[in-house]
């Protein structure tokens, strides 16, 4: 991202939340992000005739305590200027903020800059288009969000582990910011002749009170329909819902993986054999070794995890009419 062109001095840090309404949390390393587009939003949003605070992150991580400060400080959104990571460091910090759910706890916004962004997609808010997210944020249209934990850590939109969590650890950055999400294309090509696909396993407390254990080469847990952008992984997933959607993905090997990236882009990912697809309430995944798992396009933990979703922890999103 180019300078931002706001005073740094000015706009970080020194309005208080609680007079400011809408804190904005922005990370100015989110891929495709620009200091230009951030600056269209906040200019829309002044123009419309909020006063918003801008709060740049200046490290991995930093949303989280930045976030859980505006909202101890009386903010009544908290705004992720970024991508999916920003956003659930900034759902973080809420949560910290306010562990209990009630009025005092903020909405979330968004003003999607990221290189992918999911949750963005998902609710309908087109990522990169900054003047309708500040639109949307001052019309204030709200629905739920219920964030799960991945080993305590909240994220929106998805976790996983397998060759996907391969290519979030091998993606070059450099390339990620000037390329998008072609980089994580071409990390996965890189990727695809040497991996050894891993034996997987996710044992799933469902809904109903069973318990079913299942392996694979991968194992995906999402909030969100979406996967990679709009490629939808599980159609029924939805942000508010109270249960993790779980897919499982069986058969290892290129063409097994060839088989599914097709299924992706048309729209029939799952219909045939090789993939299961399942609702939870806790899914613990284990594997031989300690291999990474990614959350929201960042590297989070490594195996053996714990994913949970808790009711409590649902905030409001500010989102599009649908
Ligand atoms: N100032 C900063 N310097 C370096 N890294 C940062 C900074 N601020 C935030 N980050 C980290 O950047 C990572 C990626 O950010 P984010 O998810 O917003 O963008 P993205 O990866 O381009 O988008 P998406 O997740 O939608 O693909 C986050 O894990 C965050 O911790």
Redesign the pocket.
């Known amino acids: 991202m180019d300078a931002p062109d706001f005073d740094y001095e000015t706009n970080n840090s020194r309005r208080p939340a609680v007079r400011a309404g809408l804190v904005v949390i922005a990370?100015?390393?989110?891929?495709?992000t620009s200091a230009r587009r951030l600056a269209t939003a906040i200019e829309t949003l002044r123009d419309l005739g909020h006063a918003p605070a801008i709060w740049?992150?200046?490290?991995?991580?930093?949303?989280r305590p930045l976030a859980a400060r505006a909202a101890r400080e009386g903010a009544a959104v908290v705004v992720a200027a970024?991508?999916?990571?920003?956003i659930a460091?900034v759902v973080a910090g809420i949560l910290d903020a306010c562990p209990t759910p009630g009025p005092d706890r903020p909405a979330v916004g968004l003003i999607p800059l990221?290189?992918?962004?999911?949750l963005a997609r998902d609710i309908g808010l087109k990522p990169r288009v900054p003047r309708v997210a500040a639109r949307v944020l001052d019309a204030g249209h709200r629905r739920l969000l219920r964030p799960a934990r991945l080993n305590g850590r909240p994220f929106v939109a998805m976790a996983s582990t397998g060759i996907d969590s391969e290519v979030v650890r091998c993606v070059d950055g450099v390339l990620?910011h000037r390329a998008g999400a072609a980089a994580y294309l071409w990390a996965l090509l890189s990727i695809v002749p040497r991996y050894a696909y891993p034996v997987i396993t996710a044992t799933l407390e469902r809904p109903d009170g069973s318990v079913e254990g299942l392996t694979g080469a991968l194992v995906l847990v999402t909030r969100s329909r979406f996967y990679g952008g709009s490629l939808t992984v599980a159609p029924t997933a939805e942000i508010g819902a109270p249960d993790l959607h779980v897919v499982v993905v069986h058969r290892p090997g290129a063409v097994a993986l060839a088989g599914h990236g097709l299924g992706l882009l048309t729209g029939r990912f799952g219909r045939g054999p090789g993939v299961s697809l399942r609702t939870a309430r806790r899914v613990t995944v284990e594997a031989a070794g300690p291999l990474p798992v990614q959350a929201?396009?960042?590297l989070a933990e490594t195996l053996p995890a714990a994913i949970t979703l808790d009711v409590e922890d649902g905030l409001d999103l500010i989102a599009p009419m649908t």
């Open positions: 990370n100015p390393k989110a891929g495709g740049y992150t200046r490290g991995a991580g930093q949303g970024g991508g999916d990571g920003t460091e990221g290189t992918v962004n999911v990620k929201d396009g960042d």
